[in-house]
Structure formats: C-alpha cells, structure tokens
C-alpha cells in the first residue's frame, strides 16, 4: 500500500445516483463497499462529501437569497450525507465517526486534526462534515483543509470521470486526459481540478491531488496501492 492515511472528497451530485435530488440507496452502498474493502488493506481514511444533492449556498445566492445564509444551508446538507453514510457503514459493522466544522452536538463532535487523527488510530472512518465552519468556502476547500489538518499522504478526489481531462470528456469526445500534472501546469491551462482556493493551499502545502473515478469499483484500492489510475497532480 503506497498511501496509508488519505482524505477521500466525493461530491454530493454523486450521491443521487439516477435520482435527480436527494441520496440513491444504491450508490450510498457502492461507496460503503469501496470503502469497506480500503480499510481492509489497513489504510486510514478520512472522507469529506459535498451537499450538492440537497442544496448549494451559491444556488440560493443567485436567486436572491442571503449567501451566508446559504452557505450554512450547504453544509448543513453535508452533515445529512455525512450522517447516512456513517449510519450505512456501521451497519456492516465499519467503525465510522462523524466530526463537523459547524457546532452540531447532538449528531457530531466539533472537528479537530488531533481528534480525527486519533480515532483514524482506533480503527475508525473518520467522516468530516460542515465544510470549513464559514461561509464562502467550498467542499473542496474544507476537503483540502481537513487533509492538511490530518496530515494525509494524499487527497483523493472521486468523481464520475477517471482523470482530469483537456476539456469536459463528456461534452467534447476529442479531450484528452493527463495522467501527471504540476500544480503550476494545471492552473496555467485553467484545468478545473478544485476552486482557486483549495487549489492554492494543496500547492502551499505540498498536499498531492489524485482525481480519479470513485464509480468503478476497485478503484479506490487500486489508487491506495500506487497503481496509475486517474490523474495526479503534484509540484
């Protein structure tokens, strides 16, 4: 196993499967497989999930609502995918706790590197919602952010596609895809790897990006091994 301790970012849209809202149950336990089977190899996984299934801040924002109160609105739909997640994974006995950026006590504890760190140490799937705790940050960002605080070997970024492309593949067949990328290389060209924030702090911080498909399975064991699947990005 090449990767021992990773954050693993899945987007909420991924979490509807077919559906056109909410949480497919289907795909909810595809996710709980991969993950079971990664534990299994002894890697420690920490896991942030968007809220796009359920609502975006900057959705309300452009119909005229309030962007903080928007925000908060998002991460507290990634508390709710947060939540069925962990509950899917304790039911195949997987050990998972669930720690939020935003003060939600009766469902989670408050989110801290050291406390993450140390329940990854007992055996546990660390899930990480909230986002950051503030308004104007994305998922990515809160994913970044808790990879950095967890001092993870890498960030892994599940989505639908397997790398990241010249262009959107599923819009333009002639795009091709990168298997290695610089940080610099990847915002030179504009590639939409992460936002500009998320983006900036993995480059501070040396944090390496891969972005793979989470849909095919095996995936995410393959990645945890070293094996070239997806696109990396790194200095």
Known sequence: MKYKRVLL??????????QQYGIDANRLNDYANEIELAIQTGAQIAIVIGGGNIYRGLQGAGKGMDRVQGDYMGMLATVINSIALQSTLQARGIKAALLSGVYIDRVAESMSGPKAKALMEEGNVVIIGGGTGNPFFTTDTAATLRAVEIEADILLKGTRVDGIYTADPEKDPSATKY?????????????????????????????PIVVFDMNTPGNLQKVLAGEKIGTIVTI
């Open 9 to 18: 970012k899945l987007s909420g849209e991924a979490l509807m499967g077919e």
């Open 179 to 207: 298997d290695t990328l610089t940080y610099t290389e990847a915002f030179a060209k504009q590639l939409k790897v992460m936002d500009l924030t998320a983006f900036a702090l993995c480059q501070e911080n040396n944090m």
